[in-house]
């Protein structure tokens, strides 16, 4: 399979009152397209930190990212927020959906801001996938953590994204509210051949991914 995404000599560290602290050093990775890719570790591992410069909502400290052959560091700001639109869908594990948008509104924005020719339509299309079409009219508040789930996995899939990241999707829901968001986010990875990093502590879910990618103190180790 031909790579989607890969890392050179990847690190970041940040600077504190005690002096440098090194999060990520020297990781490299190569995800193909349409892959299942697991991300585990312990807490402060590193996951959290890694997901953010993969999805060019943070720079790195040392090496390289390439998105579909494009570097990553030369990018503007303005440059890396439209590939970050076109290219990547980020499901949070606190949902991050807009308390004063409704579901609809919520899945449209993404579609809006990209110029999509009939965003409401295709947010009425996605909700129902997610099977949410008698709930797009709600708030947030008004939605159980499931539902915020299923309104925030409709979001990242709005512009049919190539890479989709995944922080601890199920983190906030109870075990079965879980599951079915698992397997919702496996059934959009195959119809649509979204290439999914899954940063997950669950091992059985780690389990039914093609491969895991496993960091220790900001190191890859072998799995």
Do not use: W
């Not at 709600?138 to 989709?164: C, D, K, N, T």
């Amino acid at each position: 399979m031909q790579a989607l995404l890969h890392t050179r000599g990847l690190g970041k560290t940040v600077y504190t009152a005690d002096g440098p602290l090194r999060l990520l050093e020297d990781i490299n990775i190569e995800l193909a397209r349409g892959e299942r890719v697991g991300l585990v570790g312990a807490s402060g591992s590193g996951k959290t930190t890694l997901l953010s410069l993969l999805a060019a909502l943070d720079t790195p400290t040392e090496g390289e990212i390439l998105l579909d052959g494009q570097a990553l560091g030369p990018l503007s700001e303005d440059e890396r927020t439209a590939l970050r639109g076109r290219m990547i869908g980020f499901v949070f594990q606190s949902f991050m959906l807009l308390p004063g948008l409704t579901a609809q509104e919520n899945v449209e924005l993404p579609l809006r801001l990209g110029g999509h020719p009939t965003p409401s339509a295709r947010a009425r299309d996605l909700l129902a996938t997610v099977g949410l079409a008698h709930r797009m009219h709600h708030y947030p508040a008004q939605l159980s953590g499931g539902e915020q789930q299923r309104v925030a996995i409709a979001r990242a899939f709005a512009l049919e994204p190539p890479l989709l990241l995944a922080d601890e999707p199920t983190g906030n829901l109870d075990q079965a509210t879980g599951a079915r968001i698992i397997e919702l986010l496996f059934e959009l990875n195959r119809e649509r051949g979204a290439t999914l990093l899954l940063v997950t502590h669950d091992p059985a879910l780690a389990g039914r991914c093609d491969r895991l990618l496993r960091l220790d103190q900001g190191r890859l180790r072998p799995s």
